[in-house]
């Protein structure tokens, strides 16, 4: 059984450079969120999806940032333009709907902008 | 509002002795609490959970978690810990009142050593 699949794993860009990242959840379940992890700032949900909408956008840093669900198998955060600062390790993550429901994550992508 | 916070950046324990990471939590209604242990270069791989019922909840690979109310705390424990134990540790909690929403709040995780 396929877990979240994170596309790519490593992406080195850049500086001014459009990024795209890519989410495809565990079958079945209808929630998505989208993380990112530094050193500094530690694990910061950044949005989350539930059945394909937007629920809570707040942690998006900036508007530079965007991030879409077309359906329920595949999701995209993008980074335009992109900026030294957004180095960083991004997680998606997808559970079904519930109070008592774990998250499962992907691999993650590590974000590299030069 | 709900919050999460782990006190210690850092954990040292020798191989074979009972390792603690320790967790406490904020919430308005009843707590759904999570662990999460993250090895170098990988995702966040689900532990165990507390929904309710018996306070000691055991989880993946000996672990296992206290629930205490009235210390608001929910404390990972081993009773032997391993090399490959070595890893990132988070604590994550759900406000039982939450509605509509789904996410986790996660704490600041805990770097946890096991010394051979």
């Known amino acids: 059984d396929a877990g979240v699949i994170q596309s790519p794993r490593h992406e080195v860009t850049e500086m001014g450079q459009e990024v795209t990242l890519r989410c495809k959840p565990i079958?079945?379940?209808?929630?998505l969120f989208w993380y990112r992890q530094t050193m500094m700032r530690g694990l910061e949900l950044l949005i989350y999806f539930n059945n394909n909408v937007p629920i809570d956008d707040s942690g998006m840093p900036e508007d530079r940032f965007s991030a879409k669900m077309p359906n329920a198998s595949f999701s995209t955060l993008k980074i335009q333009p992109s900026e030294p600062r957004d180095s960083a390790v991004y997680f998606c993550?997808?559970?079904?709907?519930?109070?008592?429901?774990?998250?499962?994550f992907g691999p993650g992508t590590r974000l590299t902008v030069t | 509002a709900q919050s999460v916070a782990q006190p210690e950046d850092q954990v040292n324990v020798a191989e074979g002795n009972p390792l603690t990471v320790k967790c406490t939590y904020s919430v308005s209604g009843n707590p759904y609490l999570f662990w999460y242990v993250q090895y170098p270069n990988r995702g966040l791989q689900f532990l165990l959970k507390y929904i309710t019922g018996d306070n000691l909840v055991k989880g993946s690979y000996g672990f296992e978690a206290e629930f205490n109310k009235s210390q608001t705390s929910f404390h990972l424990k081993k009773p032997s810990a391993l090399v490959s134990d070595s890893a990132l540790y988070f604590c994550?909690?759900?406000?039982?009142?939450?509605?509509?929403?789904?996410?986790?709040?996660f704490g600041t995780g805990t770097r946890l050593t096991v010394i051979p």
């Open positions: 994550a909690v759900r406000d039982g009142r939450q509605t509509g929403a789904n996410n986790l709040f």
């Open positions: 993550a997808s559970s079904t709907t519930g109070l008592s429901i774990e998250q499962y």
């Open positions: 079958s079945g379940h209808n929630s």
